[in-house]
């Protein structure tokens, strides 16, 4: 096969640790080798634990090539990403989140990739000097995706062009949570469930907090926590849960393989965060039919489009989060849980998301002007 001739490649770069991104990769991946369109490639940089053996899986299982690089030091990072490059030769350089988009840029920049595209995937603390990096590589990047409009306003802010900005909601593979959905809301284990890595990020206190109150009304309410994550931030989780007396209330699940199951018993799915990108643990959990219950914050509100599809709470308020546990376990649940279901099957599916950016590739590689993508509701 000629060079003119071959499929067009694409690789893909991002966080290895376990993170919605890590996840991303790979179901992107999938989608890219479904729809026939690319050729894609994983290459991971690797994080203190090994890459999850779930995503190996799903890359393994549809034969797409997986690669890992070395986390630091940087100037290791970027020459092992540069001998992929050149080994795989790609006419696409994708890369996933802060700060591996620097790393990742600089890379492909030196290896000439035909076309170089950052995505950000969440709000993130930009020290001086990231920020400088970043803003000067966008000059030698093709094209940049915010996965929400918030995360778009943001790098506005920090000084990345508009003109190169487009706004492409992320999906997930839905068809996974289709048997979740079929379980009746009222067959369900009336308890919440959050699936979340701990970290900074996430604010699972505000939640333990909310049960501890639903207890002192005398409506104890179940809350499992799925996920690992950071070890100082999950003892602090641990320790309130003991503070508070909760030990008989509330669950620490660890990591889990079976999350559309875990969905799919239970009725009520809480997103309790300080910022996001746009969540799509929520976005499962509106897939799998649960009454799904966020923070109003960027990246959650997007979720439900302006209307009635779940509840937001404002941050750091337990007392609005159980009242609207309360809520979501009564007949208001089954309604709120099947337009979240609509919705998020209509407007997060990977094929709508890959479709998005297979069409942003072929912009870019014709040449032509990048005339902006955009998801709309």
Not at 88 to 109: E, T
Not at 136 to 152: E, F, K, N, P, Q
Not at 217 to 226: K, N
Request: proline share 5%; net charge positive.
């Amino acid at each position: 096969m000629t060079e003119t001739s071959r499929k067009k490649r694409i690789l893909l770069f991002g966080t290895g640790g376990g993170s919605g991104v890590t996840r991303f990769l790979a179901d992107s991946a999938v989608e890219h080798k479904r729809l026939g369109n690319f050729e894609p490639m994983v290459a991971y940089r690797r994080k203190r634990r090994p890459i999850g053996r779930q995503f190996i899986d799903t890359l393994e299982q549809s034969q797409i090539p997986w690669r890992e690089v070395r986390a630091a030091p940087k100037v290791v990072t970027i020459a092992q990403l540069r001998r992929i490059l050149r080994e795989f030769r790609p006419d696409v350089f994708l890369v996933h989140g802060h700060s591996d988009h620097i790393w990742g840029r600089m890379a492909a920049i030196r290896e000439n990739v035909p076309v170089v595209v950052m995505v950000e995937a969440n709000l993130e603390r930009y020290r001086f000097l990231e920020r400088w990096r970043s803003v000067r590589l966008a000059a030698r990047t093709d094209a940049i995706v915010a996965v929400s409009d918030g995360v778009g306003r943001r790098l506005i802010e920090l000084g990345h062009p508009a003109d190169k900005l487009h706004v492409i909601h992320n999906g997930a593979p839905l068809e996974r949570f289709r048997a979740a959905a079929a379980v009746p809301l009222d067959e369900r284990e009336p308890a919440v469930l959050m699936a979340a890595r701990f970290a900074r990020q996430k604010d699972h206190a505000t939640l333990i907090r909310a049960a501890a109150l639903l207890r002192d009304r005398g409506r104890p309410i179940r809350v499992r926590l799925a996920g690992t994550g950071s070890a100082r931030h999950e003892g602090r989780a641990r320790r309130l849960v003991r503070r508070l007396g909760l030990e008989e209330w509330v669950e620490f699940l660890g990591p889990r393989s079976d999350i559309p199951d875990l969905l799919g018993r239970h009725r009520v799915f809480v997103i309790s965060t300080h910022y996001e990108g746009l969540c799509i643990a929520g976005v499962e959990a509106m897939a799998a039919g649960c009454a799904t219950i966020g923070t109003r914050t960027v990246g959650v509100t997007d979720l439900f489009g302006g209307e009635p599809r779940g509840w937001l709470v404002e941050p750091r308020d337990p007392v609005g989060l159980a009242d609207a546990i309360v809520e979501a376990l009564g007949p208001e649940g089954a309604v709120r849980a099947a337009a979240g279901h609509r919705y998020a099957m209509e407007h997060f599916s990977m094929t709508r998301a890959i479709t998005a950016y297979e069409q942003l590739f072929v912009s870019l590689l014709a040449g032509r002007p990048k005339e902006h993508v955009r998801e709309r509701g």
